[in-house]
């Protein structure tokens, strides 16, 4: 054994570990220090506001108020500042897009920071940037607050009316909400102000599809993916519409290249899984679903998935095991497995039939 490469690793070593207990350090002293600026400019606030609202003299109130704008934007910048970390923290993007299902990957206490943060900026006066107002937005959004995301989102097209990125981003508020039209109409000015932006085309694909209009969506897929072309979900979305038309080869090839991208997403995992179930290759099919609920274990869909593929099988415990579990997550499921064909083999079990009774 050379001692001398061992000595030399244990240097490199040591000094990797100095350098992020530094940097580590150097970012707590920085939050605290913005914690502190935040408390002291919140008692200047009040003393400001309980200042003007004592004081009578017209000029001296005009000076108090100036003061107060100031302690405000200050505020803004501080609070802002915090939503996008927030943001940041939760490996989310601070603007620029909204990832339609990010609120799926927070932790409760992220979901929890970041409305807290997103409040903070809220009760301040409004802020005149639009890009501050993006990232608020997708704080409100994450946190599951779309009725407020709206209205920030408005706020910012008010300040500017073209912007391409805030009409996408209210483009994916208002089809979560269900308001397609409107969606579409935020989408296709979006696009004729900026034509080949990826991310936008990708979303009025997702649009599409809800809406039953496969082909426009196959297409926007289509030219999303010639400007972006190693964007996964864009590919798992395109295999879901090239499943939905019986192109299970084309859907094959696109979630196997979504899955080399980024190997452990659960939704494209339970597409892949539902297309080899389709084709009858079963064994495939339950390896996908099961690495799926490693991630997401809890996932309904693919609960159901599963259920379907042991009764198939004719494995009935199993079966009504995963069935009892998928409608615990979703009461969908009930409705859904009465007229499901799948179930056929097992709906005489007497446990079957008390799963389908209301509880």
Known sequence: ????????????????????????????????????????????????EEMLSNEEDDDRQQVLRNQLDDVNHALLGLRTERVRRALKEANLPTEEILIAHGREQLSSEQVINLEE??????????????????????????????????????RSLELRPDNPIALMDRGVTYRHLGKYEKALVDYNRSLLLRPDYPNTLMNRGVLYYHMGRYEEA???????????????????????????????????????????????????????????????????????????????????GTLYNVACLYSVQRKTDEALDYLGRAINGDEKYRAMAKADGEFNNIREDPRFKKLMEPD
């Open 1 to 48: 054994m050379d001692a001398g490469i061992i000595a030399v690793v244990g240097l490199a070593g040591g000094a990797i570990g100095w350098f992020f207990n530094q940097y580590w350090q150097h970012r707590q002293a920085k939050r605290q220090a913005s914690l502190d600026a935040g408390e002291t400019l919140d008692q200047k606030k009040k003393q400001l």
């Open 117 to 154: 943060a997103a409040s903070e900026v809220d009760a301040l006066p409004v802020t005149p940037s639009v890009e501050d107002l993006l990232a608020l937005g997708s704080a409100y959004y994450y946190a599951g607050r779309y009725d407020r995301t709206l209205d920030v989102l408005n």
């Open 218 to 300: 196959l297409a926007d897929y289509n030219r999303s993916l010639e400007l972006r072309p190693d964007n996964p979900d864009t590919l798992t979305n395109r295999g879901a519409i090239y499943l939905h038309l019986g192109r299970y080869g084309e859907a094959l090839a696109d979630y196997n290249r979504s899955l080399e991208l980024r190997p452990d997403d659960p939704d494209t995992l339970t597409s892949r899984g539902a297309t080899y179930d389709i084709l009858g290759r079963y064994e495939e099919a339950l390896a996908d679903y099961n690495r799926s609920l490693k991630v997401k274990p809890d996932d309904p």
